[in-house]
């Protein structure tokens, strides 16, 4: 395992945690995203802006692929400050082909919001698709989510049974996730640059950390993350993995060796990966 963080010095810490520069060409990055998600947007029939809260970027973008389909809802990276809806439908196209309709969430950024406020636009999101996608032909009671970096941490605390239950919901109406490349553990985080926008105290990296969440079984999961990204972004999955895994639940778990923090989420776009081969197993 090395080091744990705590042992890191503060330079080691911020490479740790710095997936920008983990990466050659981070815009080459991204640009990847943009491209496969035109696509989507330029060959599937999509539903626009669909409201599900108060604040302007509370919009989803919704793929459907038919009638009463089960419905992929994907939550975007970006270290919860960049990125949206038009960079993240990459795998629309290639889901709706196998009849799996996908639903893209956006959400306010930081530093504009606090995690707080962004994990509570993350669940109204889920709520308002599982109360209102029927009437868009998907199928409510079946729901699997899918996040990558940011967003993987953000489907993490979807999936908790406490963010469930305070909102009101039956437990589990979330069927699977895929968890990619995430951050499960606030608590090293906050010592490092992205606290510069996300502004964790103690008390806010404890309790938006999916690490110290309750989850029962129901769901099932895959934590996936590239051989190519940092040991502590690795650490981070392996540890929530032995977590949820100890809890009972159904869950799996894969480094792609061949992929790094970015580029691993754009296997969903490609049928031949074995990541998309996991979510429509799963689905």
């Avoid at 947007?41 to 409201?51: I, N, P």
Wanted: net charge negative.
């Amino acid at each position: 395992m090395g080091k744990t963080w705590k042992l890191l010095t503060q330079d080691e810490l911020e490479l740790q945690y710095n997936a920008r520069a983990s990466v050659k060409d981070f815009d080459f990055e991204i640009g990847r995203y943009r491209a496969l998600s035109a696509q989507s947007y330029a060959d599937c029939k999509v539903v626009r802006d669909l409201c599900y809260g108060p604040s302007p970027s509370e919009r989803i973008d919704y793929f459907p692929s038919g009638p009463n389909a089960p419905v992929f809802i994907f939550v975007h990276g970006g270290y919860w400050r960049l990125l949206g809806r038009s960079d993240s439908a990459f795998m629309a196209k290639t889901l709706t082909q196998q009849g799996i309709s996908t639903a893209v969430v956006d959400y306010t950024l930081a530093p504009e919001a606090n995690l707080d406020q962004i994990v509570e636009e993350i669940i109204r999101a889920i709520s308002w698709i599982f109360n209102n996608i029927q009437l868009y032909g998907g199928n409510p009671d079946r729901l699997f989510i899918c996040g990558s970096s940011a967003g993987a941490h953000l489907s993490a605390m979807a999936l908790a049974y406490n963010w469930m239950a305070n909102h009101g919901l039956p437990p589990n109406i979330l069927k699977g996730g895929l968890l990619l490349s995430g951050l499960y553990d606030l608590e090293p985080v906050r010592h490092c640059k992205p606290n510069e926008w996300l502004r964790l105290d103690a008390d806010a990296a404890q309790r938006n950390s999916p690490q110290n969440q309750y989850f029962i079984p129901g769901p099932k999961l895959h934590i996936s993350w590239g051989g190519n990204e940092t040991d502590e972004f690795k650490r981070q999955s392996r540890e929530f993995f032995n977590k949820l895994e100890k809890a009972g639940l159904s869950v799996g778990r894969s480094e792609i060796e061949d992929r790094n923090h970015f580029d691993i989420v754009t296997d969903l776009a490609d049928p031949q990966r074995r990541l998309f081969q996991i979510v429509t197993s799963m689905i």
